[in-house]
């Protein structure tokens, strides 16, 4: 009778799982023993069977379900700068009709026109006349990114509307800026607190597809912040919309 | 055209990087899918284990560690969110449905032999720690090392269930008429 042990290396031997000494014994008593024997047959006859199984191919919008959901890093902040206030998001579509007005007025007035500050478009986008930015028109999205000055901080701002929920990235790493915080634009709502994340360099917006708000961007020490590229991109409806990079 | 090393993806994708991300699933989906579709027994939810299962590892690339291997990761989560979810099942249905559950959605329906159902079905009547070493070793086709890594378990234990796992099963498949 084998014991427990000597069924299990059968078993093991099966899944050619067995050291050189096991191999041994295993071969030894597969020799010696009609019950090993029977039992080896016993196992593989089971395997065999379960090994028919077909393959089953995943759903074929199974990949797009997960990036459209997707969210890398969630260390969630609350903006330094209070006193500006917070409002939902949906109310950001009036802002897109004030967009160039506010635009004007917000960003900085010596920005060189010719500056060569973004690169990698995917989207169809124009350098907005005067400013450093562009504007968005593309199925699916549409509105302005810019980049401009506000209370001594860099501020990148956003007026966008969407079909489907947006998410907006902004990759601070090696610029030597961070986060400070969510302002709104004159009239034009800003967006809900509680929709942002800032952590790994990564300031992350996630938003109903309407957004109209500027991220601060202070740098993080004296003479940082000068000569890095912050890099932008807009994802909506499980597809990257806007892509570019910003020389600071 | 050279395949972006895993490495590269996973780093990419700690940046947020969605090609990357896509790149991950795109290698993984499929298996994933698979062992979780033997461990919860219905495509539709093995679906939402697997997306499930991709999204908390993207949340979490942060906290991977590349001293392990990623698949190793992604099928723990897997595993667990496969088990999660035949609890929640388990805990909404066992109320109302005393009877044996049919676990046949309609992608299972589509294996259309009579072997492969009454195979699902014998796997769904193991008990949960021995469905999991089947699906990893018989369709996921890893080593006992690798089963270990991915439940926390000595390939000692993994080795042990894998031979009580097979007796089982073997006595389900005769009770249900399979010749074997």
């Known amino acids: 009778m ?9 078993s093991a031997g099966l899944d050619g799982e067995l050291t050189s000494r096991e191999r041994r014994e295993h071969d030894a008593l597969l020799a010696a023993s009609a019950e090993a024997r029977a039992l080896q047959a016993e196992l593989r006859a089971v395997g065999g069977a379960l090994e028919t199984l077909p393959e089953v191919a995943p759903p074929s919008d199974l990949a797009e379900r997960v990036l459209a959901q997707a969210t890398p890093r969630r260390a969630s902040v609350t903006p330094i700068r209070s006193r500006w206030r917070r409002v939902q998001l949906p109310l950001a579509f009036a802002a897109g009709l004030l967009a160039a007005v506010v635009v004007q007025r917000l960003l900085p007035h010596g920005a060189p ?25 593309t199925e699916g999205l549409h509105g302005q990114v810019s980049l401009g000055q506000r209370d001594g901080a860099r501020a990148l701002e956003f007026r966008l509307q969407a079909s489907a929920p947006l998410e907006i990235e902004v990759d601070l790493e090696g610029t030597g800026r961070s986060f400070g915080g969510v302002v709104s634009v004159d009239e034009a709502p800003g967006v809900d607190a509680q929709r942002i994340e800032f952590a790994g360099g990564t300031v992350r917006v996630v938003g109903d597809g309407a957004a109209a708000f500027g991220l601060l961007l202070p740098a993080m020490a004296t003479g940082a912040g000068q000569g890095g590229a912050i890099r932008v991109a807009i994802h909506s409806g499980g597809e990257i919309r806007y892509e570019a990079t910003f020389e600071d | 055209m050279t395949e972006t090393p895993e490495s590269a993806l996973i780093e990419r994708g700690r940046r947020g990087d969605r090609q990357a991300l896509a790149g991950l699933l795109d290698r993984y989906q499929g298996p994933v899918f698979n062992a979780a579709l033997r461990i919860v027994g219905n495509p539709d939810d093995a679906s939402d ?26 099928y723990r989560i897997a595993v667990n969110e496969s088990i ?66 991915i439940l926390d378990i000595p390939e000692k234990t993994v080795k042990s269930r894998l031979f009580t796992a097979r007796r089982q099963m073997r006595d389900i498949l005769l009770a249900r008429g399979v010749d074997l």
């Open chain 2, 49 to 74: 284990v697997t997306q499930s299962a991709f999204l908390k590892a993207f949340e979490n690339l942060d906290r991977y560690d590349p001293a392990y291997r990623f698949f190793s990761w992604i």
């Open chain 1, 113 to 137: 026109e010719d500056q060569q500050w973004m690169s990698g478009t995917l989207a169809p986008a124009s350098k907005l006349p005067g400013l450093t930015g562009h504007r968005i028109d």
């Open chain 2, 84 to 149: 999660n979810h035949n609890k929640r099942r388990y805990r909404t249905h066992s109320l109302e449905e005393r009877d044996i559950p049919d676990h046949r959605g309609p992608q299972a329906s589509a294996e259309s032999g009579t072997l492969s159902r009454q195979l699902q079905e014998g796997l769904m009547e193991l008990d949960e720690i021995y469905r999991v070493v089947v699906v990893l070793r018989h369709y996921s086709e890893f080593s006992y090392r690798e089963i270990g890594e």
């Open chain 1, 2 to 10: 084998l014991n427990r042990d000597q069924r299990e290396l059968i």
